[in-house]
C-alpha cells in the first residue's frame, strides 16, 4: 500500500507539471532568440555590402543562405532531440552554440584589422574599387554567421516541441490550450522580432557592430538562464529513438521485400503487438495510398526467415510504422509547395531592405533605419493574431464545426494567394520609385529620393497577413497530422519550407541575372529592374498556388485507430497500473 500511496504521490507532482505556467518560460525564451536572430536576418545586408565589401547580390545571397542553413539544419537538431537529448538539454546545447557565434562575430567587428577597409560612403558608380575581404577575413566571417545559424537551428528544432510537451493533447482542457499554443508562440515571435528591428538595429547603426553582435550574444546567454529557471516546470519527453531512422527501416525493409507479392488478406501483414500499444506506440489505420511501402510489412516465411535476418528493423516493420512513413510522404508535396511562398519573402527581406536606403525615413528630425522596416508587418501581425486566435477561430467554429475554425490546408491556401498579391504590389511600388528617381535626375545619386519609405508598408502587410495564415497554418497541420513519435520531426519540416525558400532564392536570382542580361546585375537599384523581377514572382506565384490545390485535394487526412481497449493514452489506467505495482 505503501508503494500504491508513492505512485499517486508522484502522479499528483506530474500533474503540477506542465501548463501554460511553463508555456511561458518558452514564449519569452522564443522572443529573446527571435529578437537575436532576426536582426541579423534583416539587417546583415548593410553589414555585408557596407564593412565586408560584398556587392549587392553577393550581400543578399550571403543572408539568404545564412537564413536557409538555419532553418534546413532544423532537422539535425530533431534527430537529436528525439534520439539522445531531450527538447530541454537540445535547447540549452544548441543556444551556448549560438553565444560562441555571435561572440566571434562580435571580435571581428571591433577589429578593424580583421575586416577590410569599408566602402560604405563610396558612390554607387565607384564601388568596384572597393577592397575585397581575404580569405582570413572570409573563414571569421563565414565561421561566426554559420555557429548561429547552427544554434539556432537547434533551437528552432526543439523549443517550440518542448512548449507543446507542456500541454496534454488527451485532455479536454489541455487540448483546448494546445490549439492555441502555436498563435501565442507566432505572437510572442513576432514581439522578438520588432524588438530585433528597431532596438538591436538601432544599436548596430549607431553604436556599432561590435555592440550589436556583443549584445546578441548576452540575450541568448540571458535566455539560456530563463529556460534553466523553468526546469522544475517542465514536462520532459524521453527520446525514444529518431523518427528518420523508422522511416528509413520502412523504406530499405520494402526495397528488400520488393519482390514479394502483396498478401490477399491484408490482415496477413504484420501488426502492432499488444505490449507495444501500451507503451504509447500509435497504432495508425492501413491507408491504401502507396502499398509499394506495404511490402515491407510482409513476414517471411519461415525457410526464408531460417535464412536470413527476416526479423529484424531493416526487414519487418510494423504496420503503424509503414503508416508513418506514408504520412510523411503525403506532406512532402504540401510543404514542397509552400517553398515559394518563402522564396518571395526572403526577397522582401533583402531587397526591400536595399529598396528603402534609397528612399525618405524620415519621421520629423528622426531617421528610421533601414533594417527596421519590417516593424511595419510585424506591428500588423501583434494585431492580427489575438483576432485571428480569439475573435475569427470561435465564429468560423459555429458555421464549420472545426476545433481550429477552418482547415489548416484551407488556411495555408488563402496565405498563398495573399503572398501572390503582395508581390503583384510590390512590382507596381518599385515601378513608382524608379520613376521618382527618373524624374528628379537622381538615378545615379546616393543620396535619399524625395518619397517615403512607407509606401513599402503596403506589400508588407498584405504578406504579414499571408504569413500569419501559412506559418501558422503549416505548424498546426503538421503538429496534428504527425504521430507521437515524430513530433518534433515536424516542427523542423515546416522550419524545411523557409530553409528551401531562403535558398531558391539565392539561385532564382542568379539565375534571372543571367538569364535576363542582368536585371539585378548593376549595384544600384535606380538601374536595376527590380519590378520586373517581382511581376515574375508573382506569375510564378500564380503556378505554384495551382500546383499546391492538387496537393491539397489529393492530401488525405491521418485516421488514428482504436485498439479493443480503447483510445491510445499515454495515460495508463490508474486501477491497472495500482494492480501491477502491488
Same mark, same amino acid.
Given at each position: ?42 539587417? #546583415?545586408?548593410? *553589414? /555585408?555590402?557596407?564593412?565586408?565589401? &560584398? ?7 550571403? %543572408? =539568404?543562405? $545564412? ?110 490550450? #494546445?490549439?492555441? *499554443? /502555436?498563435?501565442?508562440?507566432?505572437? &510572442? ?7 530585433? %528591428? =528597431?532596438? $538591436? ?382
Amino acid at each position: 500500500m505503501g508503494i500504491c500511496r508513492n505512485v499517486k504521490t508522484g502522479e499528483n507532482q506530474l500533474q503540477k507539471k506542465g501548463g501554460t505556467r511553463a508555456a511561458l518560460f518558452v514564449y519569452v525564451v522564443a522572443g529573446i532568440d527571435t529578437m537575436a536572430f532576426i536582426s541579423k536576418g534583416v539587417s #546583415l545586408v548593410t *553589414y /555585408f555590402s557596407g564593412y565586408m565589401n &560584398f556587392s549587392l547580390t553577393k550581400s543578399a545571397n550571403t %543572408v =539568404t543562405n $545564412f537564413m536557409g542553413t538555419a532553418f534546413l539544419l532544423s532537422l539535425f537538431g530533431a534527430f537529436l532531440s528525439d534520439t539522445y537529448f531531450s527538447r530541454f538539454k537540445t535547447c540549452v546545447l544548441f543556444s551556448i552554440i549560438q553565444v560562441l557565434g555571435f561572440a566571434l562575430l562580435g571580435v571581428q567587428a571591433h577589429f578593424s584589422q580583421l575586416r577590410p577597409f569599408p566602402c560604405k560612403d563610396v558612390p554607387l558608380s565607384q564601388n568596384d574599387r572597393c577592397e575585397s575581404a581575404d580569405a582570413g577575413q572570409l573563414a571569421i566571417l563565414y565561421g561566426g554567421v554559420y555557429l548561429v545559424a547552427l544554434g539556432n537551428s537547434g533551437v528552432k528544432a526543439a523549443l517550440p516541441s518542448l512548449g507543446a510537451d507542456q500541454f496534454d493533447e488527451k485532455d479536454p482542457k489541455g487540448a483546448a490550450k #494546445l490549439s492555441s *499554443y /502555436f498563435n501565442w508562440l507566432l505572437f &510572442f515571435i513576432t514581439i522578438g522580432a520588432m524588438l530585433g %528591428v =528597431t532596438l $538591436f538595429v538601432w544599436i548596430g547603426d549607431n553604436q556599432g557592430w561590435d555592440w550589436s553582435f556583443g549584445i546578441s550574444s548576452v540575450a541568448v546567454g540571458l535566455a539560456i538562464l530563463l529556460l534553466t529557471m523553468g526546469k522544475q516546470f517542465y514536462r520532459y519527453n524521453v527520446p525514444k529513438g529518431s523518427p528518420l531512422m523508422r522511416i528509413s527501416q520502412v523504406l530499405v525493409a520494402a526495397f528488400r521485400n520488393r519482390n514479394l507479392p502483396l498478401p490477399q488478406n491484408k490482415e496477413d501483414l504484420h501488426q502492432i503487438r499488444s505490449g507495444e500499444a501500451e507503451n504509447g506506440i500509435e497504432i495508425i489505420q492501413r491507408t491504401d495510398q502507396f502499398k509499394c511501402l506495404d511490402r515491407a510489412a510482409i513476414p517471411r516465411n519461415n525457410q526464408e526467415a531460417s535464412t536470413s535476418n527476416a526479423h529484424g528493423p531493416w526487414s519487418l516493420c510494423t504496420i503503424s510504422q509503414v503508416e508513418e512513413t506514408k504520412i510523411v510522404v503525403r506532406m512532402l508535396p504540401i510543404i514542397l509547395s509552400t517553398v515559394f511562398m518563402n522564396t518571395c519573402m526572403a526577397q522582401l527581406q533583402t531587397f526591400t531592405i536595399q529598396q528603402s536606403m534609397t528612399m525618405n525615413r524620415k519621421i520629423g528630425n528622426f531617421e528610421i533605419p533601414a533594417a527596421s522596416i519590417p516593424v511595419i508587418p510585424q506591428i500588423f501581425q501583434l494585431i492580427m493574431i489575438p483576432v485571428y486566435d480569439r475573435i475569427f477561430v470561435p465564429i468560423a467554429r459555429k458555421f464549420t464545426g472545426i476545433p481550429s475554425g477552418i482547415r489548416q490546408l484551407q488556411r495555408i491556401g488563402v496565405g498563398l494567394i495573399l503572398s501572390i498579391v503582395s508581390m503583384a504590389v510590390s512590382a507596381v511600388v518599385e515601378s513608382r520609385r524608379k520613376s521618382v528617381a527618373i524624374e528628379h535626375n537622381m538615378v545615379d545619386s546616393a543620396n535619399q529620393l524625395p518619397m517615403s519609405v512607407f509606401w513599402l508598408g503596403f506589400q508588407f502587410v498584405i504578406f504579414a497577413t499571408a504569413e500569419i495564415l501559412t506559418l501558422v497554418g503549416l505548424l498546426d497541420f503538421f503538429y496534428a497530422e504527425s504521430t507521437s513519435g515524430m513530433k518534433s520531426l515536424s516542427m523542423a519540416i515546416t522550419w524545411c519550407s523557409l530553409a528551401f525558400g531562403y535558398f531558391t532564392s539565392s539561385v532564382v536570382v542568379s539565375v534571372i541575372n543571367k538569364v535576363s542580361g542582368g536585371w539585378l546585375a548593376n549595384n544600384n537599384l535606380n538601374r536595376d529592374k527590380l519590378d520586373y523581377f517581382y511581376w515574375l514572382l508573382a506569375a510564378v506565384s500564380v503556378l505554384n498556388f495551382g500546383f499546391y490545390l492538387l496537393c491539397a485535394s489529393w492530401y488525405k487526412y491521418k485516421k488514428p485507430e482504436l485498439n479493443q481497449e480503447g483510445p491510445i493514452s499515454d495515460e495508463k489506467p490508474k486501477g491497472k497500473t495500482e494492480m501491477r505495482v502491488v
